[in-house]
């Protein structure tokens, strides 16, 4: 794999191409949403009635308008049961079954570059054979990581920027996720600042569609997949790999 060395004003230039990936897929961006969140929460309520939490937390619901801080003590008995354990490692599974959707967007985007039309089954790219193996392999594995790692101060933050290039480099360079690892953190070697900054901006905007009565937030939830794609094109060329 070759690498671009960016000049230190290419900022404008990233943010810039993000918003025009974002603003182009619009109708894929709001699929995505409600696809992803309506499957997240079905199969959260599921797995909380599955592993027998919902019996638990019902008969102390009307603690949550009358005493607030008695409801969150019942909520810390709760979160002691056994069973926990199981239910948190099914919504890690969960989660790692439904981010392969992110690959899609990677997809949709090269097309772009590519002068073709898109279509929504690119949006399923990460599921297709063995790809969707590689890819929830890597999203159970980052997931686990990112949990234990969020617990210890900033270790969450740091996984993030660490592997920020993962996912375009397993799809496009089909590299091993260390290997991945590693072309992240030279990216983040030379342009530290920039990433910082574009980050800041994707997470600024990917929320503030909560603002917009809630319902702009699935316009703004996949914002993240075009300031990353628009990273990777800034800091790294691909090569044809034998």
């Known amino acids: 794999m070759e690498n671009n060395y960016p000049p230190p004003s290419g900022i404008g230039s990233v943010l810039s191409q993000a918003f025009g990936y974002w603003s182009r897929t619009l109708t894929y961006q709001v699929f995505y949403s409600m696809l992803y969140l309506s499957l997240f929460f079905l199969g959260y309520f599921y797995l909380f009635q599955y592993f027998g939490l919902w019996e638990q937390v019902v008969p102390y619901s009307d603690l949550m308008r009358t005493d607030f ?101 397993l799809f496009f360079m089909d590299v091993k996720t260390f290997q991945g ?30 603002l917009l009565f809630g319902f702009g937030f699935l316009f703004t939830f996949p914002f993240w997949n075009a300031m990353i794609y628009a990273l990777y094109q800034y800091f790294f060329n691909e090569t044809v790999k034998n």
Do not use: H
């Not at 063995?130 to 270790?155: E, P, R, T």
């Not at 992240?184 to 569609?209: H, K, N, P, T």
């Open 69 to 169: 801080p008695a409801f969150n003590k019942k909520m810390e008995e709760v979160a002691r049961l056994p069973q926990i354990a199981n239910f948190m490692l099914s919504v890690f599974v969960l989660l790692a079954l439904l981010a392969p959707l992110n690959v899609g967007f990677y997809k949709i985007y090269r097309k772009l570059d590519l002068g073709e039309k898109p279509n929504i089954n690119d949006l399923f790219a990460g599921y297709l054979g063995f790809d969707f193996f590689k890819f929830f392999g890597f999203y159970l594995f980052w997931i686990i990581i990112f949990s234990y790692a969020n617990s210890l101060l900033l270790l969450g933050v740091v996984w993030c920027f660490i592997t920020l290039f993962s996912v375009p480099l």
């Open 181 to 210: 690892i590693g072309y992240s953190v030279q990216a983040l070697r030379r342009g530290f600042i920039m990433i910082l900054v574009c980050v800041i901006i994707a997470f600024a905007f990917s929320i503030s569609g909560i």
